[in-house]
């Protein structure tokens, strides 16, 4: 119930490409839902966030698409850059709360 | 120094040795944290302090022992490690553990147990 479970494991993706990770959560109490990004070398910095309020979240080339009823959510890198190329980690947690509960994380290639 | 700094980045210690991990962090926040990051696994949250008490014990073993002096610094002493304690050690920051939930993070240090 309180795990996130996130796809793929990597990804490889062309200069230009739209690149798509998944994530999945059962617990339905959960109503935060971030996106980090983490290079190596670095620790993780917050890319992206959304509340299960709304189905779609945009900043810049990063898109959030949130799917209450399927309990899933995903991050869209459009117009992808050898720049994004990184280890990407879904996170959920309950209101009010610090307590993250990470996915396993994807690490994304692109390729110039 | 800026956001979330910890030292050492990097520490090879043995099974029966003693360390201490350091974080620091220069942004005002009043809640720490200590993460593990192992490959292909979710980061694990080990411990949280939110104006200097621990609020927080994810059923970590006693060979770890955090200390919060105040609300800029924590540290995480180590000993008698085991070799599956070797990970990445993250420590992350936020202005409380009930406010705002974005997580600060520092560049984590790289711990081998032999």
């Known amino acids: 119930q309180q795990q996130v479970k996130q796809s793929p494991q990597s990804l490889i993706v062309q200069k230009g490409g739209i690149s798509i990770i998944n994530c999945a959560y059962e617990n339905t109490a959960f109503d935060y839902f971030p996106w980090y990004q983490q290079f190596p070398g670095k620790g993780p910095a917050l890319l992206i966030a959304i509340r299960p309020d709304v189905s779609e979240k945009k900043e810049g080339r990063f898109t959030i698409s949130f799917n209450k009823s399927a309990k899933q959510f995903s991050l869209h890198i459009m117009d992808s850059q050898p720049g994004d190329s990184a280890t990407y980690f879904c996170a959920a947690s309950v209101g009010g709360t610090y307590k993250y509960i990470f996915g396993t994380g994807t690490r994304l290639k692109v390729l110039a | 120094e800026t956001g979330v700094t910890q030292t050492p980045r990097h520490l090879v210690m043995g099974m029966t040795n003693k360390k201490s991990l350091k974080c620091e962090q220069h942004?005002?926040?009043?809640?720490m944290y200590w993460y593990k990051q192992s490959a292909k696994k979710p980061l694990e949250l080990m411990f949280v302090?939110?104006?200097?008490?621990?609020?927080e014990n994810n059923s970590v073993p006693s060979r770890f022992s955090p200390e919060c002096p105040n609300s800029s610094h924590l540290f995480l002493h180590l000993h008698t490690l085991q070799p599956e304690d070797s990970a990445l050690y993250l420590c992350a920051s936020s202005p409380q553990a009930g406010g705002p939930r974005e997580q600060f993070f520092g560049p984590g240090t790289r711990l081998t147990v032999l």
């Open positions: 302090y939110n104006f200097k008490e621990q609020t």
């Open positions: 942004l005002g926040h009043n809640a």
